[in-house]
């Protein structure tokens, strides 16, 4: 798909593909390899013990600890953005969020989730996140609106429109597709910014009788994070699965590590997805 835009003088879009793959050298020296080597036994890749180490939660937590019970019927899996862009070597963002979605094992665990959910016929709900024509003449942008719109991260030419779709960018990630499209996920009308607060996840959700919500998918700190406040002030229980989600590791600060605080504090609960799948299987 062509990723060239005719952006707006108000836009300011000076950022470039090159600046964002900056971290690529450095990923490849390690995280890649572990990916590589994944995906060559073709067992899931769980979060690694380095990595589980490194954000492993306190040994003496100082706030109340709570939890989310699945029940039947009202408890749904949410996924944000499993999209190509996000996880995906070949994906625009990689080079920065790669290291954490190796770290986190986050590609697999996403997977085992959507298995769990249809063996125990718990709903599915993708919110996905897609940019259209228009969507590049804002007149004013956020940081990280900035660069995704500059690199056309989720592009496509139009929201009836789906040439070029396949295998790009805001395709979904190819194993992902025979959970997604099934004909029983629900697939969400696209949210713009980072929270649901603009697609219709919500009325699906109620519209199915969903008061509870096990939440995965990208970015931890971003879209993620946005649809965990957004589904709290709108009544639902939210459980994070924290390792079917990663962030952006970039000069500014470790995306995945800023999310994971603000799930500790805000979450109804925060699993891992070994919990999550064994919790989603009791339930059926």
């Known amino acids: 798909m062509n990723h060239d835009h005719d952006h707006s003088p108000h836009c300011g879009c000076d950022v470039t593909a090159e600046q964002v793959d900056q971290a690529r050298r450095r990923l490849m020296k390690g995280a890649a390899a572990a990916g590589a080597a994944a995906a060559a036994g073709g067992a899931a890749a769980a979060a690694t013990p380095e990595a589980r180490a490194l954000y492993a939660d306190p040994a003496e ?66 919110s996905p996140h897609y940019y259209y024509p228009h969507d590049h003449r804002w007149e004013f942008e956020g940081t990280l609106e900035r660069t995704m719109h500059a690199i056309g991260m989720f592009d496509r030419p139009g929201p009836l429109n789906l040439d070029g779709f396949e295998g790009s960018g805001a395709d979904w990630m190819p194993q ?3 959970y997604i499209e099934d004909g029983e996920t629900i697939v969400c009308s696209p949210h713009k910014v980072y929270s649901p607060a603009q697609n219709d996840l919500n009325l699906q959700l ?17 879209c993620t994070q946005a649809h ?5 002030e709108l009544g639902y229980e939210v459980a994070v699965v924290r390792d079917a989600t990663a962030g952006a590791k970039v000069p500014e600060g470790d995306g995945y590590l800023a999310a994971l605080i603000n799930f500790r504090m805000v979450a109804n609960g925060l699993w891992w997805t070994d919990d999550a799948v064994e919790r989603i299987a009791r339930s059926a």
């Open 228 to 232: 965990l406040y957004d589904l709290l």
């Open 61 to 126: 937590p100082g706030l109340p600890q709570v939890d989310m019970e699945i029940e039947a019927g009202r408890t749904a899996l949410v996924v944000t953005d499993p999209q190509i862009d996000f996880l995906s070597e070949d994906g625009v963002t990689w080079g920065v969020v790669g290291e954490s979605v190796t770290e986190q094992g986050t590609v697999d665990n996403i997977e085992r989730l959507f298995i769990a959910a249809k063996a125990a016929r718990m709903p599915v709900f993708i």
């Open 176 to 178: 992902y597709k025979k």
């Open 206 to 222: 109620r519209k199915r009788g969903i008061d509870k919500v096990i939440l995965a998918g990208m970015s931890a700190n971003l």
